[in-house]
């Protein structure tokens, strides 16, 4: 049992894991963490400045009364134990409101989120031959070996559909590159494994006309199928351990089995698309009305601004959409390098859910809007009827710092951490302060764990390379273990109370990283 951390005198623990987040506007607003679990004083101040979006809903609402077709209010906040400061909004904020919708909420990242597929490969036919698969992994993650050739009606397709749009408008005789792989995998039958199977629903793309493509030929893009920077990561994993033998069962899951998780997004696509209706959302703050402190916009969902919340919908879901697509491949690249170096090996997908997203919701009859930061949804199995999980509960995947073991666990419908669960550990330094210092900590991460970069720091002449090799190794020092708290106690904390329960442990053989 690790020390107990003194409570920040803003916080008030009311059990083992809960702390009331005191705030001059009164919301209710619940932080999550049991004592061992560090909670940084300047991500508390960050979540208390912005709750003070309850007076900007207060003063929009007297100053344009007919923005609103119900009377709006935040009605619940719930904090992960993975909290920790961002830009604005903590990370780990999960945000429930009525009669209108933050788009800043989920920042430039829609859709981030986890996908993971189980294999029919054991760890020793890997570990083995980890050379061989890092160049295999390199080559098709940053050398040019990624191959997905798509058309302008393809992509629109992709982005008004998402994962629906492609099934429907690549035909079985399209297998150049990646193609071949998508159609083995079936793709269409595991839709349902997919949150909201992938496929949210848009009228239109805005501003994306240049990405579509040419009309009249495929093309290539540098988007799909790219990890982005900073914590995102393909990882080659194994199965270590199983906590609950009867879900494991269920999933498909033994000790010794490799597994492919994808931690990424939108990238570039979710930058563009947050930026363009964020910029549409400041535009409808009534005039004369001083900007909010804490620069967050809200956008009514009522009549007055339906023009705006439409093209906020299309917009989100269009990044969305691009985001599912993203991850799936992703992992279908992790499945052609274990495919050459290892040899056939199935692919079942167990899950992908976003931690960065908006969704519309019905509680006790009323439509409500729930915004989740860095935020897995964690639903009971009565959430989940219709679905291959309606007697577990949804699969939540919560990855540790990188190199660190990450917990598949399954979803308890916990109603007061609004179905709601960490999306990994949760940094206790920034990235600028994981630069200080630290040395020897990293000198023994980086010979422990098996890292791919886009730098090949085993050549020669990139070890020469004063310049290029500290460039690549601070990007990777940003992100070491030191960097972020223990899963342990975030996981006892969700375990404790009631959010979401241990299925299954995973340990790294290799991560990738962009």
């Not at 919301?27 to 061992?36: G, T």
């Not at 393909?234 to 998780?261: C, N």
């Not at 994981?434 to 040395?439: I, S």
């Amino acid at each position: 049992m690790g020390a107990i951390l003194t409570i920040d005198p803003r916080l008030t623990r009311l059990d083992a894991t809960r702390l009331r987040v005191n705030n001059a506007r009164g919301v209710d607003a619940v932080l999550f963490a049991n004592e061992q679990v560090p909670v940084e004083g300047a991500a508390v101040t960050e979540l208390i400045e912005f709750l003070g979006l309850q007076q900007t809903v207060e003063r929009v609402a007297e100053a344009s009364p007919g923005s609103f077709d119900e009377p709006p209010g935040i009605t619940q906040v719930a904090i992960t134990p993975d909290f920790h400061k961002a830009k604005g909004i903590p990370v780990g904020t999960v945000l429930q409101t009525r009669g209108f919708v933050v788009p800043q909420a989920i920042g430039n990242d829609i859709n981030c989120g986890m996908r993971l597929h189980v294999t029919s490969l054991r760890a020793e036919q890997v570990t083995g031959k980890l050379d061989e698969l890092e160049t295999a992994c390199r080559r098709i993650y940053f050398e040019g070996g990624r191959n997905i050739p798509m058309s302008r009606g393809q992509r629109e397709a992709l982005f008004k559909n998402g994962l629906s749009g492609l099934l429907e408008s690549v035909p079985k005789s399209q297998t150049e590159g990646l193609w071949g792989l998508f159609h083995d995998l079936d793709i269409g039958r595991e839709l349902d494994r997919v949150d909201q199977r992938g496929s949210l629903k848009s009228n239109r793309t805005l501003g994306l006309n240049d990405f579509l493509g040419p009309d009249d030929r495929v093309s290539r893009d540098g988007q799909i199928g790219s990890i982005g920077g900073g914590n995102h990561f393909v990882e080659i994993q194994r199965i270590d351990k199983i906590h609950d033998k009867a879900v494991a069962h269920a999933w498909g899951l033994k000790p010794g089995m490799v597994t492919v998780m994808v931690h990424t997004g939108s990238v570039s696509i979710g930058h563009f698309c947050g930026g363009y209706y964020r910029d549409k959302v400041r535009a409808i703050h009534p005039a004369g009305l001083k900007h909010p402190d804490n620069g967050i916009f809200i956008l009514p969902t009522g009549e007055a601004h339906r023009e705006t919340a439409e093209l906020f919908w299309d917009t989100l879901n269009n990044a969305a959409n691009f985001a599912f697509a993203n991850r799936m491949f992703l992992a279908i690249m992790a499945l052609d390098c274990l495919r050459q170096v290892v040899g056939k090996a199935d692919f079942p997908l167990l899950y992908d859910a976003p931690h960065n997203l908006v969704w519309k919701e019905e509680r006790d009859g009323a439509e409500v809007v729930l915004h989740r930061k860095g935020a897995c949804p964690a639903r009971g199995f009565e959430a989940m009827e219709g679905t291959p999980f309606a007697y577990q509960g949804e699969p939540v995947l919560v990855p540790g710092s990188m190199g660190a073991n990450s917990f598949i666990l399954v979803g308890q419908g916990n109603a007061a951490s609004l179905s709601s669960a960490s999306h990994g550990a949760g940094r206790t330094l920034s990235r600028g302060d994981a630069m200080k210092g630290h040395h020897a900590e990293f000198e023994a991460f980086l010979k422990a764990f098996r890292i791919v970069t886009p730098v090949d720091l085993r050549r020669p002449e990139i070890r020469q390379r004063r310049d290029i090799l500290e460039a690549k190794l601070a990007d990777i020092k940003q992100e070491a273990p030191f960097a972020f708290k223990g899963i342990a106690p975030v996981v006892e904390t969700l375990t404790a109370a009631g959010i979401a329960r241990p299925v299954a442990e995973v340990i790294p053989l290799m991560t990738v990283k962009g």
